[in-house]
């Protein structure tokens, strides 16, 4: 049984899935080492939860108060890790979750492209190892990939599928492979809608205005972009080009330029559009 939940990043999407989590009536211990950072989620949190409760959502207080932000590796049921797309680095807290939580705790990442097997790899209990991507925004969209590795065992994955069906959510089961489902699609149709601008095709807004009104679509792909954050899409694609051996998933130059002069999307103010 999953009570308690040990959620590691507290950006974007360690906030909402922490708040997700405690929406569910679970205790979640909430860390990130930037200073900071725990305080900007918590508001975050507390505004979204002032919008839900007009809805009908849960009191916010009662949510937040289930809410500890914590130092260090606090013991837990389950571990999401939510820090930066970067394999090092969630290398790193996979090997200190390891050493610090029980036996028979769970570790997640909420990695969007990283192959889990990796990470499972740096641990004593890569049965007990698997991927739970949520989607920006976590509080309102129903979708969690749930990505089991070669050695993920049938109990790690029902426990994973039931968490998430009791969050609200609906999980899909995906094989370990680079990108997954969501990113294998969803980023070469971002990277093409940078093409077009690059080629000048049209410009930003009416590439996104023909993905909106032609497509359907909520959102254009360049503001999509721009909310996920333009390096973290490199990071992505760069995986997905190493991963999957085709250079029809590398970066357009544009969406590199940007990185480089720091236009990171909304997260910057400034991305392919200005925030």
């Known amino acids: 049984m999953i009570e308690r939940v040990l959620v590691v990043g507290a950006g974007q999407m360690g906030g909402g899935i922490a708040q997700v989590v405690a929406a569910s009536g679970r205790s979640v211990a909430l860390l990130d080492p930037?200073?900071?950072a725990a305080d900007r989620a918590l508001g975050a949190m507390e505004r979204s939860l002032a919008k839900l409760a007009e809805k009908g959502g849960p009191e916010p207080g009662a949510v937040l108060d289930r809410i500890e932000v914590v130092d260090g590796f606090a013991p837990a049921d389950l571990m999401i890790e939510a820090v930066v797309e970067d394999a090092a680095v969630k290398e790193d807290v996979f090997r200190e979750a390891d050493a610090v939580l029980p036996p028979d705790a769970i570790l997640a990442s909420n990695t969007s492209s990283i192959p889990i097997g990796s990470l499972a790899a740096v641990t004593g209990r890569p049965g007990r190892v698997?991927?739970?991507h949520f989607f920006n925004p976590v509080p309102v969209l129903k979708l969690v990939e749930v990505i089991r590795a070669?050695?993920?065992?049938?109990?790690?994955?029902?426990?994973?599928?039931a968490l998430a069906r009791d969050l609200g959510k609906e999980p899909v089961e995906a094989r370990d492979v680079a990108g997954f489902v969501s990113n294998r699609i969803l980023m070469p149709f971002i990277n093409e809608a940078v093409?077009?601008?690059?080629?000048?095709v049209a410009d930003a807004e009416g590439i996104d205005t023909v993905a909106k009104l032609g497509f359907a679509h909520p959102m254009g792909p360049l503001a999509l972009a721009d909310l996920i954050?333009?390096?973290t899409c490199v990071a992505i694609m760069d995986v997905l080009e190493r991963g999957l051996g085709d250079a029809k998933y590398a970066?357009?130059?544009l969406l590199r330029e940007h990185v480089a002069a720091g236009r990171l999307g909304r997260k910057s103010g400034q991305g392919f559009f200005g925030y």
């Open 34 to 36: 930037y200073p900071g």
């Open 130 to 132: 698997i991927g739970m």
């Open 150 to 161: 070669e050695a993920t065992s049938d109990e790690t994955a029902a426990a994973v599928v």
């Open 195 to 200: 093409w077009a601008l690059a080629d000048g």
């Open 229 to 231: 954050g333009l390096d």
């Open 251 to 253: 970066p357009c130059p």
